[in-house]
């Protein structure tokens, strides 16, 4: 029986898989607003610690290596203007 919305099984698994990381983001995401709000900050960047904070070094480098860091770096050096408008490192 094949159900609505799928071609094949492959399919629905992968859509399984898509959800499955997004969920696992958006509870990473949480916990960073939820640590800036804490803290009372706009965001990581303006933070002592985001150097050497575990969320950072764990499980986000697994996915983007050390872009976000990077990111991190030049909104605070530069200023979230500015970084808006120029190159990211995703």
Do not use: P
Not at 7 to 36: E, H, P, Q, V, W
């Amino acid at each position: 029986m094949r159900e609505e919305g799928f071609a094949g099984g492959k399919r629905k698994k992968d859509y399984l898989k898509k959800i499955t990381k997004m969920s696992k983001n958006s509870k990473t995401i949480a916990y960073f607003r939820k640590c800036c709000q804490k803290k009372n900050l706009k965001g990581c960047w303006l933070c002592e610690e985001f150097e050497t904070c575990k969320k950072l070094q764990g499980d986000l480098c697994k996915v983007h290596g050390d872009g976000h860091l990077k990111n991190l770096r030049k909104i605070r050096k530069k200023g979230e203007e500015k970084f808006l408008k120029g190159k990211k490192d995703w």
